[in-house]
């Protein structure tokens, strides 16, 4: 609604020598609107860049816009920088290096985090995976260490040919035997597949079929051996 020309207009008129010191009321959904009307929206930033002391109010205020426009604009960063509860929080924001010498995903360089980056269901799989660890939920976070160096395996062996749930776990190991991972990780990705399919979470059990729990210990080695496997696969 907010997009039609029409509605545009009346948000025109709406804010039209509007005391914008009343934003601070209801940020959000207010500066969603006057972002709608570029005139409005210009005549908004005029305002926080005029701020002469700046409030707490005023920064929560600068911040809700921010993240409307993906924290591009310039100018009003570089006001915020200048205040100084504020200076390296927003030094942070600019630099155009964020990330960390060792982000943390099994000791990978940048350039090769880089390379997953684009793989949302791997990366859901991995936020799920480290929520399950921090709860110590192993059994469930074994599924979804599976599932993720699967989703790796299948993005990067780009002849497979097949949907993701027909790759399974001989052409898995397959795959990572043609890309010189060592007999002994192979081995390792091997049992992962088997222990997953005694995993009570996959498999709960029944009379004819025996499952049981992961242990913290099991799981850390499991992990191990996923880490090995892609310090290799995922080329620098």
């Not at 990366?123 to 469930?140: A, L, P, T």
């Amino acid at each position: 609604m907010l997009e039609k020309a029409e509605n545009k207009k009346r948000i025109r008129q709406l804010f039209k020598n509007f005391d914008f010191n009343r934003v601070k009321e209801y940020p959000l959904p207010i500066i969603i609107m006057i972002l709608k009307n570029k005139s409005v929206a210009n005549s908004f930033r005029q305002y926080l860049l005029s701020r002469k002391s700046i409030t707490s109010k005023d920064v929560d205020l600068m911040l809700t816009y921010l993240c409307q426009i993906d924290f591009s604009d310039t100018e009003v960063l570089e006001f915020l920088r200048n205040y100084t509860p504020m200076t390296r929080i927003i030094s942070k924001v600019t630099n155009p290096d964020l990330a960390h010498l060792q982000p943390g995903y099994y000791g990978l360089q940048n350039c090769q985090i880089q390379k997953l980056s684009t793989l949302p269901d791997v990366i859901e799989q991995i936020k799920h995976r480290v929520f399950n660890e921090r709860i110590e939920s192993y059994s469930v976070a074994l599924n979804h260490l599976l599932n993720e160096l699967h989703g790796i395996c299948f993005q990067i062996d780009g002849n497979v040919g097949n949907k993701s749930k027909d790759y399974d776990a001989n052409q898995v190991v397959q795959f990572l035997q043609t890309q010189g991972i060592s007999h002994r990780i192979c081995i390792g990705v091997r049992r992962l597949f088997d222990r997953r399919n005694t995993n009570q979470v996959s498999h709960p059990g029944s009379a004819n079929f025996l499952a049981w729990s992961v242990s913290e210990l099991e799981y850390w080695q499991y992990h191990q051996i996923v880490s090995e496997c892609l310090d290799i696969l995922v080329k620098a």
